[in-house]
T-cell receptor, first 115, second 112 residues
Framework: AQTVTQSQPEMSVQEAETVTLSCTYD???????LFWYKQPPSRQMILVIR??????QNATENRFSVNFQKAAKSFSLKISDSQLGDAAMYFC????????????FGQGTELSVKP | NAGVTQTPKFRILKIGQSMTLQCTQD?????MYWYRQDPGMGLKLIYY???????DKGEVPNGYNVSRSTTEDFPLRLELAAPSQTSVYFC???????????FGDGTRLSIL
């Protein structure tokens, strides 16, 4: 069965610095998608970035980028120039290519940003 | 577009009561999902639907039922509520293809 593991329950970063959140997953499939979602205290689920497994190039969205290592089944999120508004719970998620495209979530990493 | 709308936002139930959590989307998405999020945890899939009239179980379906009679609506039914069902429930939908899921704002449900 597919699993997603986030080994860092909490992380802290100084404002304007860079932080990397880790995520590993287990799957026997070759086609799938990976996502990072942000959940602020308002509990909204906000899409941060996504990666298609067939693409070798790492996805980038402004200050957010990923390091996707398919063979190692690793999908880390890098946040550059951290801002106070980045403080939130971050979830890594695996999406099946088939099976209705359902998501499997990791346990989450709570990121705090110090001014 | 309102996106994905969930009602109610909060609800307190007594053990053994039943209720329906409503979810509707106005984006004409084929795929819809129900997740639950327990404190300090990630979301877990309860049920999903790939189109009107088609539903399937997720990771944690016990104690829940769903129906999908229209594209827009995907209600989640709790029968005989139990304290273990205290959680935040999220509904989501997406378009076909590689599009991401759009989430509602969640329903916080407490069963006492």
């Amino acid at each position: 069965a597919q699993t997603v593991t986030q080994s860092q329950p909490e992380m802290s970063v100084q404002e304007a610095e860079t932080v990397t959140l880790s995520c590993t997953y287990d799957t026997s499939e070759s086609d799938y998608y990976l996502f990072w979602y942000k959940q602020p205290p308002s509990r909204q689920m906000i899409l941060v970035i996504r990666q298609e497994a067939y693409k070798q190039q790492n996805a980038t969205e402004n200050r957010f980028s990923v390091n996707f290592q398919k063979a190692a089944k690793s999908f880390s999120l890098k946040i550059s120039d951290s801002q106070l508004g980045d403080a939130a719970m971050y979830f890594c998620a695996y999406r099946f290519y088939n099976q209705g495209g359902k998501l499997i979530f990791g346990q989450g990493t709570e990121l705090s940003v110090k001014p | 577009n309102a996106g994905v709308t969930q009602t109610p936002k909060f609800r307190i139930l007594k053990i053994g009561q039943s209720m329906t959590l409503q979810c509707t989307q106005d984006m004409n998405h084929n795929y819809m999902y129900w997740y639950r999020q327990d404190p300090g945890m990630g979301l877990k899939l309860i049920y999903y639907s790939v189109g009107a009239g088609i539903t399937d179980k997720g990771e944690v379906p016990n104690g829940y039922n769903v129906s999908r009679s229209t594209t827009e609506d995907f209600p989640l039914r709790l029968e005989l509520a139990a304290p273990s069902q205290t959680s935040v429930y999220f509904c989501a939908s997406r378009r076909q293809g590689n599009q991401p899921q759009h989430f509602g704002d969640g329903t916080r449900l407490s069963i006492l």
